[in-house]
């Protein structure tokens, strides 16, 4: 009988920290550096391939915040806070980042 005495209670838990900070930090620097490259990419079909200057600047900041995404992701590994899905999730939207940047300078 214990056992139906247990199937009407719940039991809530509450966390203060559910994500790590570099974590969230990472994620934020790595959709912006994705953001980035989305709006180099349809600023240079706009002017037809003639931007030059503005387009280079938007990848090399989109380069710096996919490495600083990077880093900070593979730093969140060392903090106890978040599950490991949030902080793998951020490091692969960081790769995904670097991948696309140095496939748009390639070509």
Not at 4 to 10: M, P, T
Not at 26 to 46: C, D, E, K, M, N
């Amino acid at each position: 009988m214990k056992f139906l005495g247990r199937r009407g209670k719940k039991t809530y838990m509450f966390a203060d920290d559910i994500i790590a900070s570099d974590t969230i930090i990472s994620f934020a620097f790595g959709i912006v550096a994705l953001i980035l490259i989305v709006f180099s990419v349809i600023y240079s079909i706009v002017k037809k391939g003639l931007a030059g200057e503005a387009v280079g600047v938007l990848l090399a900041a989109s380069f710096i915040m996919s490495t600083t995404a990077l880093l900070f992701g593979i730093f969140s590994y060392r903090q106890p806070e978040g599950g490991n899905t949030s902080k793998r999730f951020s490091v692969i939207v960081s790769i995904v980042g670097l991948v696309l940047e140095i496939a748009i300078i390639a070509l």
